[in-house]
């Protein structure tokens, strides 16, 4: 069942365009990690013998979309998140390559808001020739117990950086939601547009094919699992709720859909 709250108008390999009442919302493919199940965790913080039933593998590993979110209002182009540029490994990066197949110019992104500066989320604010890669931001929203990373690759864009808290406002549509655990400052964005509300929420959860129905399950880097934990239940009681919707950087690619509760699970259901 969808519920209409997102209208798909264009898409490509690498790009979803969608109209989200009086806001466009577009997902960008940059690319994908695979990491061994051992990462995840049970309650208590040990890895399984086995990957829980039900998670799915792709040549024994998990699987993990990395995607951004680019929310364009009236006079504004918010980028939530940036993805590897080329700072990881080979099969990300490819956020430019999205942005081009969408007929986005990087110039005319007006904000950067990261949910936390983990490699994947952050190093694609530098272009892999070492140019800025969004030239035309006139902030980089971080939260504020993250900014430290703003060195080295990253020094000449601190002049950029606005170090948020719980409930900044990034724009009248799109407010700062703390959601610390899988970092110590991961923070959610709730967009708020004509018809509903759409919660970007980074990596609230890795593996979608299992920590929908079993949110207890954590992720070996989460740097408080117990926190983490907690978030990812607080959120996803949320956003179960008519008229809202998740984006998630690692749901499977375009990674945008409605969160419904079932008993003491949840489900996913994609937009059509």
Known sequence: MDHGLMKLVDSGSNFARYQFGDLGV??????????????LRREGGA???????????VEGQLRLSVNAFLVIE?????????GASNAWLPTM???????????????????????HTHEDHV???????????FPGAKQIVVPKEEIRVFKGRLAGLRDQVT????????????????????????????????????????????????????????????????????ARLTLLNQVAQPNCLVAGAH??????????????????????
Not at 74 to 82: A, G, N, Q, V
Not at 102 to 115: K, N, Q
Not at 123 to 133: M, Q, V
């Open 26 to 39: 577009v997902a960008l493919r940059d690319g994908y990690v695979d990491m061994p199940p051992t990462r």
């Open 47 to 57: 890895a399984f013998d086995k990957p829980p039933a039900g998670t799915h593998l």
């Open 74 to 82: 009236p006079r504004r182009s918010i980028l939530i998140d940036t």
């Open 93 to 115: 990066g490819g956020l430019y390559d999205s942005l081009k197949e969408a007929g986005i110019e990087r110039e005319s992104i007006t904000d950067v808001a990261l949910t």
């Open 123 to 133: 190093s694609g604010l530098i272009a892999p020739d070492g140019s800025n890669a």
């Open 163 to 230: 170090p948020i808290s719980d409930g900044f406002r990034v724009s009248d549509r799109v407010t700062a939601v703390t959601a610390s655990g899988h970092s110590p400052g991961h923070t959610a964005y709730a967009i708020v547009s004509s018809v509903g509300t759409l919660v970007a929420w980074g990596d609230i959860i890795h593996v979608p094919s299992l920590q929908f129905g079993r949110p207890e399950i954590t992720w070996e880097f989460d740097s408080d699992q117990p926190k983490a934990r907690e």
């Open 251 to 272: 749901l499977d690619f375009p990674g945008i859909g409605y969160v419904h509760k079932r008993g003491e699970s949840f489900e996913f259901e994609p937009v059509g």
